[in-house]
């Protein structure tokens, strides 16, 4: 808003600035003062001229056409004036080509055009010799002259407004001469002009006073001889009174005045000159003529003519006329003096004036010059030496200073004398500082370098950080490309990296680093090689065809086939490779870096040494996967998980003998999600162990609810995390729940996998041992499936084992599984553990269980897991058969 009102505001200071100006030269044009020959002294050229200068030569002509104009219509000023137009129009154009020279423009005009003009114009109107009309002419010219050179020391010295396109030459500096030439000119100009503008108007006073005197005694003697001669004579005949006047004046005529009498009605009775007889005397009458009173008598009468302006009119024909009524008559006497009669008088006083005055200008511009010279020598030398001083002092130049007698001078001088010692002695101490800050400059380049590898390079690999991976990828998506030049970003990470670091150390993971990102190094692909952090490294390169890519995640993968040197330890790893394009896969890099680590964890998930393609589908999955994750909290908070009872059939009787306890997830969103899905996100994220303590619980309540209820008393069995042994508190666990819901142990199994014994099998026995003694059963999940072996499981303080359901299917078809599953069986019949066969569906399976004598069998042959209200039901459906049998279980 600010920079759209400036333009309007600096065209409304220059609107008012131009009207001002032309205002100030109209005034000046009204308030001119007389001079010599009635010549006017006016300043108005010299605002019409600052106009011009600031404002444009349009500008300029059209402010002085309307000053003319209004002074020619308003103060009947002659059209001799427009010469002023003129010399604006002449100017004006000559400074086109001389700019700043405004003076010497206007003096050339004046020289060369006005002045011979002026002296022409007036030729003719002067009745004197040609040198009044040469000094006229001077003084017109001189008043040019002067409202020039007061122009242009105003433009040069007043401060003026830095208007974009008035002011269109830079003004230069002032030197010092010229700022004493031009103040000498000023005090000489100023008492000129006071001096003549009071010399002029004392003459004309001494001219006036003249006249009146000269006419009252003239006057006087007159009335005093005409009542004489009227006495003696008879007074009523009018002939005889005129002609008694007409001798009266014919003895006082002169050729320096004109005498007329005039009777009652103002007309001419006697005069010395015959052609005023019979004329109206007044001279208020005439149209061609100017009354000017004076005093009560005297008067002064211009005649106006058109071709003259009206103060060069009164110096020409201009006259005093002098009136006095002769007492005790009606007649008056009028006395016309001209002026012209007083022109050689005052000429030679005014050129006394001139000569004393340019004398003394002159005297004034000489003693201005040499006190200018004196003292502008030494302040050019002053100058001259500390012109660039510091420069010559850094070359250790000899400086010249100046000697002079002026104090000031002197002390300007001392001065610069310390500051040039002083500049030395910081020059000193600047090369002393450069030279250090050299050298810092170069220990903070070495910083800058270190402090670059830290921030971009790996300090154990040396290989780019993922800081310079950011870098490097935005250059290469900002770098014009063609359509066939596409980027690819292929996701490393070592197999089994931590067990290294667990097993063998953190000094021993470090050093597989090295030696792992030297073979990426070296792998001879295109790509470059980067490492993010820990075990993943990270591929990127451009292709032109996926086949390329292909190609290159081989080369990758086979770095890995020889096994790595681990202080002479032979260690066998393999890597998986995630690989995503942009923009296939992608609008953005970071799109495409997080589909590269999710392809990454899927070609994981598919087995060691391979590497996998982005797929839309695998993020589909991870995007449920993370869902699942992030809903595990809420779901235990909202009571989202449910449990379902599978019942265990007695193999010899058919009758139900126990219930196994499954949780059920009802995701609000994704439906009812199997635990093959939520239970391992579970253990991965640590919350399973808050779901088996919900399972075992609510498992507990349940049971303790139906017995409550008079349903047939079994045993539950819940399946418990290996987590529970290692970071959980199982015991309190357990104990806490049978507290609270008041469930006997007896009635509790705990299912556990063999995986569980694998890390600290004496930890885990003893562990199971207490929970024996307290009443719990404890039963192998999925035997077979894991770790363990048939002669470890003699030491194993366990009640039950779960034959895994891969064992069971397809038993009756397969000889050689079958066999297994029956040596199995007299095996853990011979340690005095029961067997119960999981995933029985058909009857020729469970036929053949019960031929194998498993003692209990579990599977959809005989229920699915069902919900509590209906596992009820089947469980009061068991309950009256035991009555009706009389059965106990």
Known sequence: MRTEQQPKQNRRIIALSFLLCTLL???????????????????????????????????????????????????????????????????????????????????????????????????????????????????????????????????????????????????????????????????????????????????????????????????????????????????????????????????????LFTIVISDGNANAVAATNENYIGQDNTASKHRMNKSIIISNSLRLIVPIHNELPLHISSWHDGKFRYASPINNTDFMINIDIPINNYQYYLFNKYVTHFIYLITFALLAVLAAYFITLWLGRSLKQLAVS???????????????????????????????????????????????????????????????????????????????????????????????????????????????????????????????????????????????????????????????????????????????????????????????????????????????????????YSAKEEGDGCHRFYEPKLATAMTEKMRLENGLYNALQTNQFSLHYQPKMNATTGQLCGIEALIRWLHPELGLVPPDKFIPLAEQAGFILEIDKWVFREACRQNKAWQDAGLQPICVSVNISGRHFFQGNLIEMIASALEDTGLPPEYVSIEITEGVFMRDMEQVIETILYLRKLGIQISMDDFGTGYSTLNQLQRLPISDVKLDRSFIQGITTDEKKSSIVRAIIELVHSMNMRVVAEGVETDDESRFCKELKCDELQGYLFSRPLPAHQFEELLAVSTAAITTNGSTG
């Not at 001389?98 to 055009?113: G, Q, T």
């Not at 003697?221 to 004489?228: D, K, T």
């Not at 002197?410 to 004398?417: D, M």
């Not at 086979?558 to 032979?570: R, S, T």
């Open 25 to 255: 030269a109209l005034l000046s044009e009204k308030l001119d003062y007389p001079f010599l020959y009635g010549i006017t002294f006016s300043f108005t050229s010299a605002f019409l001229l600052i106009g011009l200068r600031l404002f444009g030569y349009w500008a300029g002509l059209l402010a002085t056409a309307a000053v003319h104009t209004i002074a020619a219509q308003l103060l009947n000023h002659s059209l001799f004036d427009y010469i002023g137009l003129l010399e604006i129009a002449v100017v004006g154009l000559l400074l086109r080509k001389y700019r700043n020279r405004l003076f010497v423009c206007a003096a050339a005009f004046w020289l060369i055009l006005a002045a011979p003009l002026t002296y022409f114009t007036h030729l003719g109107h002067y009745t004197s010799t040609g040198s009044d009309l040469m000094l006229v002419t001077s003084i017109i010219a001189i008043n040019g002259l002067l409202n020039a050179l007061l122009a242009d020391i105003a433009l040069h010295y007043l401060p003026l407004p830095k208007w974009s396109g008035i002011v269109r030459a830079r003004r230069k500096s002032s030197s010092f001469r010229s700022v004493m030439l031009h103040f000498s000119i000023v005090c000489v100009i100023l008492p000129f002009l006071l001096n003549i503008h009071i010399s002029s108007t004392g003459s004309f006073k001494e001219a006036s006073r003249h006249a009146e005197q000269l006419s009252a005694n003239v006057a006087s003697m007159i009335g005093r001889q005409y009542m004489e001669s009227a006495f003696r004579l008879d007074g009523s005949n009018t002939d005889v009174k005129s002609v008694l006047l007409k001798s009266v004046i014919a003895k006082h005529a002169s050729d």
């Open 386 to 600: 500390t012109n660039n001083l510091p420069a010559r002092l850094k070359q250790d130049g000899a400086i010249e200073w100046p000697a002079s007698n002026i104090s000031e001078i002197r002390a300007l001088t001392a001065n610069f004398k310390q500051m040039a010692n002083n500049l030395v002695l910081m020059f000193g101490e600047a090369q002393k500082n450069s030279e250090r800050l050299q050298a810092q400059a170069y220990m903070l380049q070495q910083s800058e370098e270190k402090l670059h590898r830290l921030a971009y390079y790996d300090q154990l690999t040396c290989l780019p950080n993922r800081l310079h991976f950011a870098k490097h990828i935005q250059d290469m998506i900002a770098m014009p490309s063609a359509d066939d030049h596409k980027i690819a970003i292929m996701f490393a990470d070592i197999n089994r990296f931590k067990q290294v670091n667990d097993t063998l150390g953190h000094a021993t993971g470090d050093m597989l680093l090295k030696l792992a990102a030297s073979r990426f190094a070296d792998v001879g692909t295109s790509f470059d090689v980067f490492r993010l952090g820990g075990d993943e490294f990270v591929f990127v390169g451009t292709y032109s065809d996926l086949s390329e890519v292909h190609a290159s995640a081989q080369l990758v993968g086979k770095a890995f086939a020889e096994p790595f040197d681990l202080e002479g330890m032979p260690l066998y790893l393999t890597i998986s490779i995630g690989i995503s394009v942009y923009p296939l896969d992608g609008e953005d890099i970071d799109t495409v870096i997080s589909n590269a680590d999710i392809a990454m």
